[in-house]
């Protein structure tokens, strides 16, 4: 083999390397927002309320959102959607976003929290599809309840497009998460499914999930029911 072929092998054998890492930090990060869901509905005292998880359109899971400050600051995280299939039973292959910025408001906490989103009508589902919106300000945000509160219980709550928890050191409490901006995580789409997808055809056509969320998915299933 002469000097051009190695150094060409041993290029391809990096490049590919890389492009298997990337993949592989989706795949984990995906791994991970399913683990989040599973532990925080496996406590049916400190859980998300069956009736509102019923409801729900869309659920959005950010493992380790890093908070850049004490109590208030700088945040960056990335996570994903799924929603409702057009029959409103089963759910979408997952979506990647991003969620930078936002206050949890007086929150003493590690350094990464993970949040969950519940998208309550379609109106919210429009609104998370878009290249980019704002918690509190293009879409009503407010603090879920947790446990077995009910959601005919929650105040101006109820009247919320979008409801928001969060846990950090083990505790599970709804924190209304004002000024967070969402838009789409379009590097880890292409990490996960190879093609350009927007997150509204992956939530929306019949995009196969990848087996990093076959446990995700299961469990929404498990957890969740539309009759």
Known sequence: MNV?????LCTSVVAGWCVLSAATEADKRL??????????????EKSIPQDLLNKAECVVIVPSLKKGAFIVGGKYGRGFMVCRKGSGLG??????????????????????TDV????????????????????????????????????ANTDGRFNAEILTYSRSRG????IALQGATLRPDTDANEELYGTG????????????????GAALIADLNRYSSRK
Do not use: Y
């Open 31 to 44: 791994q991970a927002a399913g683990t989040v869901f599973s532990e925080v509905m496996s406590i049916s």
């Open 197 to 212: 997808k927007t997150n509204a055809q992956i939530v929306e056509g019949d995009t196969a999930p990848p087996p990093a």
């Open 91 to 112: 759910w979408s292959a997952p979506a990647a976003i991003k969620v930078e910025g936002g206050s949890f408001g007086f929150q003493i906490g590690g350094a990464e």
């Open 171 to 174: 505790a599970f409490v709804g």
């Open 4 to 8: 051009r072929s190695t150094v060409f």
């Open 116 to 151: 969950i989103m519940l998208v309550l009508n379609k109106a919210g589902v429009k609104k998370l599809l878009s290249s980019k919106f704002t918690l509190g300000a293009d879409a009503s945000v407010a603090a879920g309840p947790v446990g077995r509160e009910s959601s």
